[in-house]
């Protein structure tokens, strides 16, 4: 089994499905860990967490997007009421993504995607995954989840992750400085601003070998992201 770290994918279910064609990952034998924010930007949120759902042996981290939308589900606001930054900073695709599809679908993407995501995961090999950061001096599991979300010290600092082999995250672009994962220590980065004018992206953790979506915005033309 190999294990495989997804970037922040934000709506492209266009991007995820390239990645996932175009990556010797195997679905069914090998792990995926999807870094978070599966929400927010291109207008196929709904897709995205159905295609993720049909992956055995999968992984999904909470991001920060996720984290909007999770709330959303669970209030069912009308747009008059929704989170207005929220909305601003790309919920707007995912309300009407949801809009489109039977209740039942928003409701039960809720209860087993949104509802079973983790803040952090540690595999047996001593890697740590976590959308946004944590802080290296404290226990992980003694953090507050919600910072786990919205962190970025650890890599604007070009902190090393303490206690872990490696750790990968995602939430801050690379892109457009680089359009490639990146490290920083011994920290990679999988968010390749596939929400924006980037691509996406997905990486063997164990040989580092990564296949990338075409630019997002050639996928969705005419359409803006986030």
């Not at 900073?89 to 679908?105: D, M, V």
Request: aromatic share 14%; proline share 6%; hydrophobic share 35%.
């Amino acid at each position: 089994m190999e294990t495989y770290a997804l970037g922040d994918i934000h709506g492209a279910f266009r991007a995820l499905e390239q990645v996932l064609e175009r990556s010797p990952f195997r679905p069914g034998i090998d792990r995926l860990i999807h870094l978070g924010d599966v929400s927010d930007g291109w207008p196929d949120t709904a897709e995205c967490v159905e295609r993720l759902l049909n992956i055995p042996n999968s992984i999904w981290l909470q991001g920060n997007h996720d984290w909007w939308t999770a709330e959303w589900m669970a209030t069912e606001s009308p747009r008059e009421e929704v989170n207005m930054l929220w909305y601003q900073q790309g919920g707007r695709a995912t309300f009407e993504s949801y809009e489109r599809k039977p209740k039942e679908q928003t409701e039960r993407h809720f209860r087993t995607f949104f509802g079973k995501q983790l803040p952090y995961f540690e595999d047996e090999v001593g890697n740590l995954y976590v959308h946004g950061g944590y802080d290296p001096d404290l226990p992980i599991a003694e953090q507050d989840p919600y910072s786990l979300i919205w962190d970025r010290t650890l890599w604007r600092n070009g902190m090393f992750a303490e206690d872990y082999h490696e750790c990968f995250i995602g939430h801050t672009p690379t892109w457009p400085a680089s359009a490639v994962p990146c490290q920083r220590a011994n920290v990679w980065n999988l968010d390749q601003g596939a929400a924006y004018g980037g691509q996406l992206s997905l990486m063997n953790v164990r040989t580092k070998e990564f296949v990338q979506s075409d630019v997002v915005q050639t996928l969705y033309p005419g359409v803006k992201g986030r």
